[in-house]
């Protein structure tokens, strides 16, 4: 990759770029790391590996940009990929998300304040990403839960197909407009709350 002057783009960095649209980013990374752990990070490494849509990492994660590092996120997501299309794995994925996924949306989001110090970029990741990853993962169990028991299971992977389309769309969108993300993330929410609402009135209105 060409060689960049990172301090003199820092010293030009206004607000904008220090803090708006990095959390911009970082929302909608994170966000979509409480659908899928593994794929937004992938995206953001390849993205910041070939230059792709003006992606800059702090310096402290360098090493996502490694094929060694890109190979391992390629062989996670197609893992949780695949898990998450099994009846009770899914389940399993998605309570271990109840960890791995506000910490991966925190890493996520804090990578992409590359005009800051690290610390605050760090904390900028956590205030950020955690919360927002935790929020759609929890977001994710309800679907889950309400499929599980309106189709026996048998919905799930649908369900967990709807749900990687989402989680791919939402990192698009961050990439590509990331002002847009606060509207994206409504209607990511409304999308994923209905579905959960549906599936628990149809649990509820099923004969015993």
Do not use: C
């Not at 790391?33 to 990492?57: C, D, I, N, Q, Y």
């Not at 996520?108 to 970029?121: E, K, N, Q, R, Y």
């Not at 990511?188 to 209105?205: H, N, P, Q």
């Amino acid at each position: 990759m060409p060689e960049v002057d990172l301090e003199s783009l820092k010293a030009a960095a206004g607000p904008l770029q220090m803090w708006v649209l990095p959390a911009l980013l970082g929302l909608g990374l994170a966000s979509a790391t409480g659908l899928r752990t593994f794929l937004p990070l992938l995206m953001l490494a390849l993205a910041a590996r070939f230059e792709m849509f003006g992606v800059r990492l702090i310096e402290q994660m360098d090493w996502i940009v490694s094929w060694p590092a890109i190979a391992a996120l390629g062989v996670a997501t197609v893992v949780e990929f695949a898990g998450d299309k099994i009846p009770a794995v899914d389940h399993a994925l998605n309570a271990a998300g109840y960890v791995t996924r506000p910490l991966a949306g925190a890493v996520a989001a804090g990578s992409v304040f590359w005009a800051v110090d690290p610390t605050m970029a760090a904390v900028a990741g956590l205030i950020v990403g955690a919360p927002a990853a935790l929020a759609f993962n929890a977001a994710q169990t309800g679907v889950r839960v309400g499929s599980t028991a309106t189709t026996g299971g048998l919905g799930n992977p649908v369900v967990s197909f709807i749900e990687d389309v989402l989680a791919f769309v939402t990192v698009l969108i961050a990439f590509l407009a990331p002002i847009l993300i606060p509207i994206a993330l409504v209607l990511l929410a409304i999308v994923v709350f209905r579905l959960a609402k549906r599936l628990r009135t149809g649990r509820e209105t099923r004969p015993a």
